[in-house]
């Protein structure tokens, strides 16, 4: 019979529940509600989340400011009617902004009134536009093309709502791109996740065995672990150049790629190359995790396989292998959603060119490089969805009960 936790006995995991909210579900919960926006930074009309229509009034006042000032040296170029029409329209502008001297954030409006200034604004650079046509002989101090960008700027401080609900998730489901970076994700955790699983059980039964001088291996194994991803990733690029990298040449000496140049500049190369860095980086971590779980295991299980005549190879499937069960679980768990996760490795190595564009450096690109965060949060979320399944997959197939133990 399971003892239930007591409220005291819960107070002490509140530090810990407080961290991992803060931590990762927070920032997850963050992520789903700006997938829900088309959330621009680079566009003013959508650089924040609005349920309904707002008004940049800071904005707005000083491009009023800047509008007023400029035609106050233009329309003493003018005479007659224009000039009157000119003067008309600073008189205009300053009665627009003057309400909004001073306003330090962006405050939200009906409709009606959104539009209704939008269309006042919108007149008045159609009237000015017509001004400075009628004057195309006059040498203005700002000119039309100027004037027509503060007006749509002004026009722009009108906003309506961005809100676009789940059409971010639609899109993903049709983005060629997304789809590609979700298939080199898989390939380049699928690849590298076997082999590390490999080499780090070969590893780790190495290190494992009772023999002089197995610390100074175990130390030595784990070497490649200790070193930064980027710092490694840097290192490996310099191996992989063409002109003068030791790897690419060796490969290619030995026939596995035509020239050192394409090392990382085909689509195969550059994803391979990526794959042998990581699993030259995290083998050791496997190992390290696999080792744990070795050390565990009681020598007399061995010595009765031993008595029973069952040779290495039956030992380790019949022994070895159900035992170490557990930290398998953990080892591939960890080391398949890292993988899953890859980012560093791959920015430094190809940043992301030539087939290798992962689902973080995809989500990197679109927010950071376009400043779209409502896609790029969309993108976040199928990564976290994905992650989801892969933990699910990994708990299922290799048993429930092994958490709970």
């Known amino acids: 019979m399971k003892k239930r936790i007591t409220l005291q006995q819960s107070l002490f995991l509140l530090p810990l529940l407080l961290l991992l909210f803060i931590f990762a579900v927070y920032p997850i919960l963050t992520s789903a509600v700006y997938s829900l926006f088309d959330y621009r930074t680079n566009d ?89 046509a009628r004057n195309s002989d006059v040498e ?26 789940l059409k971010a998730y639609g899109t993903l489901l049709k983005d060629a791109r997304f789809w590609t970076s979700l298939k080199s994700t898989l390939i380049f955790t699928v690849i590298s996740v076997f082999f590390e699983f490999v080499l780090g059980m070969g590893l780790a039964l190495i290190m494992n065995k009772a023999i002089k001088g197995i610390g100074g291996v175990r130390t030595i194994a784990l070497i490649p672990w200790a070193i930064p991803t980027a710092v490694s990733a840097l290192m490996w690029s310099y191996m992989y150049d063409g002109s003068s990298g030791i790897v690419a040449k060796i490969f290619a000496d030995i026939g596995l790629i035509s020239s050192p140049e394409v090392m990382l500049l085909s689509a195969g190369g550059a994803m391979s190359a990526a794959i042998i860095a990581d699993v030259w980086k995290t083998t050791p971590y496997m190992a390290l995790l696999l080792l744990a779980g070795l050390q565990v295991i009681d020598n007399g299980l061995y010595e009765s396989a031993a008595i029973d005549g069952a040779g290495p190879v039956r030992t380790f499937f019949s022994v070895t292998l159900p035992l170490l069960k557990p930290s398998i679980l953990v080892a591939l768990l960890f080391r398949t959603l890292d993988a899953f996760r890859v980012y560093d490795l791959i920015a430094v190595l190809t940043g992301g060119s030539q087939g290798t564009e992962t689902l973080s450096i995809y989500s990197y690109k679109l927010m950071i490089g376009q400043s779209n965060y409502g896609y790029g949060s969309a993108v976040v979320i199928a990564m976290a969805l994905c992650v989801g399944i892969i933990a699910f997959i990994f708990v299922k197939v290799l048993g429930a009960e092994l958490l709970s133990d």
């Open 44 to 132: 003013q009309t959508a650089a924040g989340l609005y349920t309904g229509s707002t008004f940049n009034a800071p904005l707005f006042a000083e491009d009023c400011g800047y509008v007023t000032w400029y035609l106050e040296d233009d329309v003493t170029l003018l005479e007659g009617e224009d000039q009157e029409k000119m003067q008309g329209i600073i008189d205009t502008v300053y009665i627009l902004g003057a309400p909004y001297e001073g306003a330090a954030e962006v405050v939200k409006i009906d409709q009606a009134s959104g539009e209704e200034m939008k269309q006042t604004v919108t007149g008045l650079k159609t009237e000015l536009m017509d001004i400075y």
């Open 140 to 165: 203005f101090y700002t000119g039309p093309a100027d004037m027509e960008l503060l007006f749509t700027e002004m026009e722009g401080c009108v906003t309506g709502s961005n809100f676009t609900g």
